[in-house]
């Protein structure tokens, strides 16, 4: 991987000020009279300090509610399309049992004004023996016909209560899950509501001052300190790790907005999901998903490419870019960037 020129890496809580709310609004977040509070206690660096260490929790909080929402919304997706298939079988043994009980009724009406007589009477009475004999073969026949007939309507029917049984679960499992969408959801909108409340809390000096200082801890993380960002001369695990580090790196500088997985705006599992398409790989759509989506490597061995699962709960994802650093989605209101992989406690790393 060539040497990159450096570029300006601004902090997460400096785009927060400006794109916070815009971030929230993709969720229905009405941040309402927060957006409008007073300015809190005067400027000081105490204040500055915990009011940046809450808004990260918060962040942090919702980033794993978001992943949760990710999940179920994968899990909704499915079941609509396994219950929609399953309503579509139910219909079709439905119609077959139909035409098989209307070809029944057919032949047991025709028994019936048959009177039901004794097929050596009727061979007596008949005036063509040998033409009611074929009759007769043919009759058994029919009868066997039937039988098999009336064993198919049974199994039949047997195959459309278990499809209806297995419906009516899928449809009660879908339920289950709009409640879990609906519950991540809320958990997001209510800590992004109330980070906005804590950033609005701050006079203007103060957040100037959090948004310089931040800036400088982003730098120094991917740049060590120096002047350029050395992603070193490792290369890639594969082609398709290549073409995929390439997509994102091309989306640094895009929004990141929760639930999004491109092209225009990401969180963090999206922007993976993403890349990896463009290189033609399907991913699972969260981090805690994509844990498990390829062969397990130490941090040591890392390659651009391979994705880096961090925290203990994998609720946060990113790609390596070699040189012990990342790229990925990294906050709300935050843009794609460039970030140290010691920035976050990585859980594992996974190579494609």
């Known amino acids: 991987m060539a040497v990159h020129r450096r570029s300006p890496l601004p902090g997460a809580f400096a785009r927060a000020l400006v794109l ?9 977040v009405a941040t309402g009279g927060a957006a409008q509070a007073a300015p809190g206690t005067p400027d000081g660096p105490s204040n500055r300090k915990d009011v940046k260490a809450q808004v990260e929790q918060l962040y942090d909080e919702a980033e794993q509610a978001s992943e949760k929402y990710n999940a179920a919304l994968d899990v909704q997706q499915r079941l609509q399309h396994e219950t929609g298939t399953l309503q579509q079988q139910v219909a079709v043994a439905q119609g077959e049992l139909n035409e098989l009980r209307g070809d029944l009724a057919t032949v047991a009406g025709a028994e019936y004004r048959g009177g039901g007589m004794a097929q050596t009477v009727q061979l007596m009475l008949s005036t063509d023996p040998e033409g009611y004999l074929s009759k007769a073969r043919s009759l058994d026949q029919a009868a066997e016909r039937q039988n098999e007939t009336l064993h198919e309507v049974v199994a039949r029917q047997r195959r459309l209560d278990q499809r209806r049984t297995e419906a009516s679960m899928k449809l009660s ?32 000096g103060e957040r100037a001052r959090m948004v310089a ?54 969180d963090c599992s999206g922007l993976m999901y993403w890349s990896w398409r463009q290189a033609g790989v399907t991913l699972p759509r969260t981090s805690q998903a994509q844990a498990y989506a390829g062969q397990r490597v130490s941090i040591s061995d890392a390659r651009p490419g391979d994705l880096v699962i961090f925290y203990r709960d994998r609720h946060h994802v990113g790609m390596y870019a070699g040189g012990g650093v990342i790229v990925h989605a990294p906050y709300p209101g935050a843009k794609v960037r460039y970030e140290s992989v010691n920035a976050m406690p990585v859980a594992e790393v996974i190579r494609l």
């Not at 916070?20 to 229905?28: D, E, I």
């Not at 339920?175 to 609005?200: F, H, P, V």
């Open 213 to 266: 200082q931040d800036a400088r801890e982003a730098e120094q993380r991917a740049t060590r300190g120096t002047d350029r960002l050395d992603l070193g001369t490792a290369p890639p695990a594969s082609e398709r790790g290549a073409a995929a580090l390439a997509a994102a790196v091309r989306m640094i500088g895009s929004p990141y907005v929760y639930g999004s997985a491109g092209p225009r705006a990401f």
């Open 173 to 204: 499992e879908l339920e289950e899950t709009r409640r879990a969408l609906a519950e991540s959801k809320q958990q997001i909108q209510q800590r992004l509501a109330k980070a906005q409340r804590l950033l609005n809390s701050l006079g203007a």
């Open 20 to 28: 916070t709310a815009a971030a929230t609004t993709a969720l229905g």
